[in-house]
């Protein structure tokens, strides 16, 4: 089915350290992308949004990148906390009026105490 | 909490029953948006209701129906099951005309045997 790409399916940090994790997608077109995070057994939960029009937002201890021309989005934490463990997925919207939004197969983060 | 709420959490169903999954979206959210998401995989999109109306769909078979009722509660109807419709359903809902961001239930745990 349609997918955001992903680069990396795991990543294993320090606790502390910055995470970041890359995503790729598809179609030009897409004017709005999130990043999602989901823990063992929960829905996914909304980090930090971004729209076309720009190509960086911060959120609290996370900031989101948007490169159009290469179709590359990623998302970075700092200093990153045991709680940070979970799957994070990117997704963008491919809707027109209807909001459908395409997920990839999501990066599992890992933090090592 | 983002105040969407599913049920049942978990169902087991056997092949070629009909299911029913339930949906309460966030008080004041308009749209509800139902997700399929199998073992190890992103979300994928079903469809979207808004004003009671299904206003969008993702490539799913007709057996996969819903309902969407006056207080925005939805339902997911799937018929004739099949053991690949085992899968966590998500819904999520934003409210039409609102920030885009779609804010996700639990999810119910469907096995099909």
């Known amino acids: 089915g349609e997918s955001v790409g992903l680069h990396l399916p795991t990543l294993s940090v320090q606790e502390g350290d910055n995470s970041i994790i890359n995503c790729a997608y598809s179609?030009?077109?897409?004017?709005?992308f999130i990043w999602y995070k989901q823990e063992s057994g929960k829905g996914p939960q909304f980090i930090i949004d971004?729209?076309?029009?720009?190509d960086k937002r911060q959120g609290q201890r996370v900031t989101v990148l948007l490169n159009k021309t290469v179709k590359h989005l990623s998302l970075q934490i700092a200093a990153t906390q045991p709680g940070d463990s979970a799957v994070y997925f990117c997704?963008?919207?491919?809707?027109?009026?209807?909001?459908?939004?395409?997920f990839g197969q999501g990066t599992r983060l890992t933090i090592n105490p | 909490e983002t105040g969407v709420t599913q049920s049942p959490t978990h169902l087991i169903k056997t092949r070629g029953q009909q299911v029913t999954l339930r949906c309460s979206s966030q008080?004041?959210?308009?749209?509800v948006s139902w997700y399929q998401q199998a073992l190890g995989q992103g979300p994928q999109f079903i469809f979207q209701y808004y004003r009671e109306e299904e206003n969008g769909r993702g490539n799913f078979p007709p057996r996969f129906s819903g309902l969407q009722f006056p207080n925005y509660s939805s339902e997911l109807n799937v018929n004739a099951l099949e053991l690949d419709d085992s899968a966590l359903y998500l819904c999520?809902?934003?409210?039409?005309?609102?920030?885009?961001?779609?804010?996700f239930g639990p999810g119910t745990r469907l096995l099909v045997l």
């Open positions: 971004i729209r076309s029009n720009m």
């Open positions: 999520a809902s934003r409210r039409a005309g609102g920030p885009e961001t779609q804010y």
């Open positions: 008080s004041g959210h308009n749209t």
């Open positions: 179609n030009s077109a897409s004017d709005y």
């Open positions: 997704a963008e919207n491919k809707g027109k009026g209807a909001q459908k939004l395409v």
